[in-house]
């Protein structure tokens, strides 16, 4: 099974992909594909519309998401919650 690796990005220290990342290790640890927003390379212009761009191409060749902490007040993860309903 693939997963995608959603959450709060935007106003955090380092973009929170230190939690993006643990996490995308346990799945793996698990056995679990994971698409991981937080190992993306930046887009060209770097906007916040060219990471989320990227971001819903990675979500859709998943069969889940896993949801971190604080997901429902992140724009962009609520939006990827939304598109995986």
Same mark, same amino acid.
């Given at each position: 099974?693939?997963?995608? /690796? ?6 955090? *220290?380092?973009? &929170?992909? +230190? +939690?993006?990342? #643990?996490?995308?290790? /346990? ?6 594909? @994971?698409? &991981? *927003?937080?190992?993306?390379?930046? *887009?060209? *212009? ?9 971001? @819903? #191409? +990675?979500? /859709?060749?998943?069969?889940? %998401? %896993?949801?971190?902490?604080?997901? #429902?007040?992140?724009?962009?993860? %609520?939006?990827?919650? &939304?598109?995986? +309903?």
């Amino acid at each position: 099974m693939k997963l995608y /690796v959603a959450g709060p990005m935007s106003g955090y *220290p380092e973009f &929170n992909y +230190q +939690q993006f990342r #643990a996490i995308a290790e /346990v799945l793996r640890g698990c056995g679990y594909a @994971v698409e &991981n *927003p937080a190992d993306n390379a930046k *887009p060209d *212009p770097e906007t916040w519309e060219g990471y989320m761009r990227m971001a @819903v #191409a +990675q979500l /859709v060749t998943c069969e889940a %998401v %896993v949801l971190l902490p604080g997901w #429902a007040d992140s724009k962009g993860a %609520v939006i990827e919650h &939304n598109l995986a +309903q």
